[in-house]
């Protein structure tokens, strides 16, 4: 059974950092590109960040400077490190692999359950 599961999430203050993980079974995950998305009530998901297999990275324009991806095949593991967190980070974080180098959330097409941040105090 392919799987991806998060964890990671929680109550920040604005300023800390977060450190994300999303664990693959059931498939290799070196062969695909990972992506790390957000969703908040009542907006589409929007894509954070990607990594393709080569180890290609792209930010959206909103976490660049603050957000790392980063990815340990050995581990089967995909990580987010988030610094400097804002409210406006808030959001359930989904990570997905897929086949293509982009943040267009339609042709990922496996999605771990979400986990909530949240940036607040």
């Known amino acids: 059974q392919e799987q991806l599961v998060e964890s990671g999430g929680g109550l920040v203050q604005p300023g800390g950092s977060l450190r994300l993980s999303c664990t693959a079974s059931g498939f290799i995950l070196d062969y695909y590109t990972i992506g790390w998305f957000r969703q908040v009530p009542g907006k589409e998901r929007e894509g954070v960040s990607y990594m393709t297999k080569g180890g290609y990275t792209d930010y959206a324009d909103s976490v660049k400077g603050r957000f790392t991806i980063s990815r340990d095949n050995a581990k089967s593991t995909m990580y987010l490190q988030m610094n400097s967190l804002k409210p406006d980070d808030t959001g359930v974080y989904y990570c997905?692999?897929?086949?293509?180098?982009?943040?267009?959330?339609?042709?990922?097409?496996?999605w771990g359950q979400g986990t909530q941040v949240t940036v607040s105090g």
């Open positions: 997905a692999t897929g086949s293509y180098a982009t943040m267009e959330k339609r042709v990922y097409d496996r």
